[in-house]
C-alpha cells in the first residue's frame, strides 16, 4: 500500500522536476546576457559613420551592444530569434521599432541629436544596448 501512493508522488516530483527544468533552460539564455554591460559595450562596440548601420539580434543579444551613428542614420535591425523583440529608447524615447517578428528585418532612423541614447527590447527588458549619435 505505501508503495502505491509514493509512485504517483514520485511521478509529480519528475513531471515539476522537468518543468523547472525546462522553465529554467529559457531563462538562463536572457541571464547570460545580464551579465554587467561594463564589459559588453567595450567587446562588442561598431562605428558606423556610412549611408547606414545594422544592428542583429541573435541569442537575446543585440550584436553590436553599442553602436555609434551619424545623425539621421538609417539603421537596419534584423530579428534572428524565434521569437519578437523592439529596439526601445529608454530614456528620451528617441525611437522605437516596435514589434520586430523573428525572422523579419526593420528599419529606423538615428536620432537627429547627438548623445548616448540606452535601448532595450521591451518583451525581454534584460536585453540593453546603446546607440550614440555622435
Known sequence: MLNRTRRPRAAVAVAALCMLTALTSCSDSGS???SPSSTTPTTAASTASGKGSRITIQNFK???????VA???KITVTNKDSTPHTVTATGKKAFDTGDIAAGKTVTFTAPSAKGKYPYICTIHQYMKGTLTVG
Open 62 to 68: 543585440f550584436m553590436p551592444a553599442s553602436l555609434t
Open 71 to 73: 545623425p539621421g542614420t
Open 32 to 34: 547570460k546576457s545580464s
